[in-house]
């Protein structure tokens, strides 16, 4: 019975991992090939979701709930984010970007997470030394490495940003509710983004298609099935399976858009899955 109880959140783990690195696909294919510009994407992309989250929950539960003043920061990082994540993708390819996200993303979590005295124990430091090791393998080869500066830290923002959304998402008992909530308070804050909207605003077609899949199913059903998977999880364990992602996003990135690939990916690929693995079964014997 116990085992099947875990299901849930097993399946909701391995569903969100591949919406976050659909996100990173879907962005980078609509601003690389300029269908459309950030702040836009960035729009549509959050509309979409809360619309529908929206939808879903008047389907299943009848009624929306009510906007609460306590999410106000989980909607803010939710922004932040969001936005941070679709400017970085001007400048950043599809699995080097999603490296420096969930890098970002494990290293905050766990850092916030040993601050607040949760320390972690040998076996655990080891498997996220190890996840750690494979990406920095990944990131090594020269030929990868030439970072734009302004994408670089625009991604480590938007790392952080969700690293701190996925540590208030661990104490939700309502991830549907929670998920509408953070998408709809997030809505106010795109008037910062006017500027760049009315500078260099352009979209296609195609570009908002793909910025309403990435709203609406990699984002809105993606993190409302990681908010479900988050109560399952300790704050090691949500960080280091993060990095999970980066390897899917590149693999996704050689697959549809001709990025290059290597040993080096394979190998790094094996680390993050063995220390991955070392970490869950670490917590899990204790």
């Given at each position: 019975?116990?085992?099947?109880?875990?299901?849930?959140?097993?399946l909701s783990t391995v569903l969100a991992l591949l919406a976050f690195a659909?996100?990173?696909?879907?962005?980078?294919?609509?601003?690389?090939?300029?269908?459309?510009?950030?702040?836009?994407?960035?729009?549509?992309?959050?509309?979409?979701?809360?619309?529908?989250?929206?939808?879903?929950?008047?389907?299943?539960?009848?009624?929306?709930?009510?906007?609460?003043?306590?999410?106000?920061?989980?909607?803010?990082?939710?922004?932040?984010?969001?936005?941070?994540?679709?400017?970085?993708?001007?400048?950043?390819?599809?699995?080097?970007?999603?490296?420096?996200?969930?890098?970002?993303?494990?290293?905050?979590?766990?850092?916030?997470?040993?601050?607040?005295?949760?320390?972690?124990?040998?076996?655990?430091?080891?498997?996220?030394?190890?996840?750690?090791?494979?990406?920095?393998?990944?990131?090594?080869?020269?030929?990868?490495?030439?970072?734009?500066?302004?994408?670089?830290?625009?991604?480590?923002?938007?790392?952080?940003?969700?690293?701190?959304?996925?540590?208030?998402?661990?104490?939700?008992?309502?991830?549907?509710?929670?998920?509408?909530?953070?998408?709809?308070?997030?809505?106010?804050?795109?008037?910062?983004?006017?500027?760049?909207?009315?500078?260099?605003?352009?979209?296609?077609?195609?570009?908002?298609?793909?910025?309403?899949?990435?709203?609406?199913?990699?984002?809105?059903?993606?993190?409302?099935?990681?908010?479900?998977?988050?109560?399952?999880?300790?704050?090691?364990?949500?960080?280091?399976?993060?990095?999970?992602?980066?390897?899917?996003a590149a693999a996704g990135g050689w697959w549809l858009l001709d990025e290059?690939?290597?040993?080096?990916?394979?190998?790094?690929?094996?680390?993050?899955?063995?220390?991955?693995?070392?970490?869950?079964?670490?917590?899990?014997?204790?």
């Open positions: 019975m116990a085992e099947g109880i875990k299901l849930k959140p097993l659909a996100n990173s696909l879907l962005c980078r294919l609509a601003l690389g090939e300029q269908q459309i510009d950030a702040a836009s994407f960035t729009g549509v992309r959050l509309l979409s979701g809360a619309l529908t989250l929206a939808l879903l929950l008047r389907c299943s539960q009848g009624r929306l709930p009510r906007l609460r003043r306590a999410k106000l920061g989980s909607a803010l990082m939710l922004f932040v984010y969001a936005s941070c994540f679709s400017f970085a993708y001007v400048y950043l390819d599809t699995g080097i970007g999603a490296l420096i996200l969930f890098g970002a993303v494990q290293l905050s979590m766990l850092l916030i997470s040993w601050w607040k005295g949760a320390p972690l124990k040998p076996a655990e430091l080891l498997g996220v030394i190890c996840a750690f090791s494979g990406l920095v393998l990944l990131l090594a080869p020269s030929e990868q490495f030439s970072l734009s500066i302004i994408g670089f830290v625009l991604m480590l923002v938007a790392g952080i940003a969700w690293g701190i959304y996925s540590l208030v998402g661990r104490t939700s008992t309502s991830p549907s509710g929670d998920t509408y909530i953070n998408f709809c308070l997030s809505l106010p804050w795109l008037v910062l983004l006017l500027p760049w909207l009315l500078k260099d605003g352009q979209f296609t077609a195609l570009g908002v298609v793909l910025a309403a899949a990435s709203g609406a199913v990699a984002s809105g059903l993606g993190y409302w099935l990681w908010y479900v998977a988050l109560a399952s999880l300790s704050a090691s364990q949500a960080a280091v399976l993060q990095l999970l992602v980066p390897i899917i290059a690939l290597g040993w080096r990916f394979l190998f790094s690929a094996c680390l993050v899955l063995g220390g991955i693995l070392l970490t869950i079964f670490s917590r899990q014997r204790h």
